[in-house]
């Protein structure tokens, strides 16, 4: 089986800043899209950064300018550098990827998620 580890979270003061990473292991043949939602308590799961194979990026506007996603092909793994964090950031942030595990079969896999919290 395909398994995405988050990695990266954890308490940090308004303006700091933390680096995620997930690891995506198994039998793996190539990886399309990969992407960060978050979760806030009583809030709806949103996508916040995605990045495709090629390194295109896109951001959610709350997190444009402070959040950076890339991605490491080579290993598998995806990256969001989070600066001058607010708050309204504090979540459960979790990875997702499209992966291609055989030929012509692709999963939409996810990680299990780290807490990032906000607060002074």
């Known amino acids: 089986q395909v398994q995405l580890v988050e990695s990266g979270g954890g308490l940090v003061q308004p303006g700091g800043s933390l680096r995620l990473s997930c690891a995506a292991s198994?039998?793996?043949?190539?990886?399309?899209?990969m992407g960060w939602y978050r979760q806030a308590p009583g809030k709806e799961r949103e996508l916040v950064a995605a990045?495709?194979?090629?390194?295109?990026?896109n951001y959610a506007d709350s997190v444009k300018g402070r959040f950076t996603i890339s991605r490491d092909n080579a290993k598998n793994t995806v990256y969001l550098q989070m600066n001058s964090l607010k708050p309204e950031d504090t979540a459960v942030y979790s990875c997702?990827?499209?992966?291609?595990?055989?030929?012509?079969?692709?999963?939409?896999?996810w990680g299990q998620g780290t807490q990032v919290t906000v607060s002074s």
């Open positions: 990045i495709t194979y090629g390194g295109t990026t």
């Open positions: 198994g039998v793996i043949f190539g990886i399309n899209d």
């Open positions: 997702n990827a499209d992966v291609i595990v055989r030929f012509g079969v692709r999963r939409s896999c």
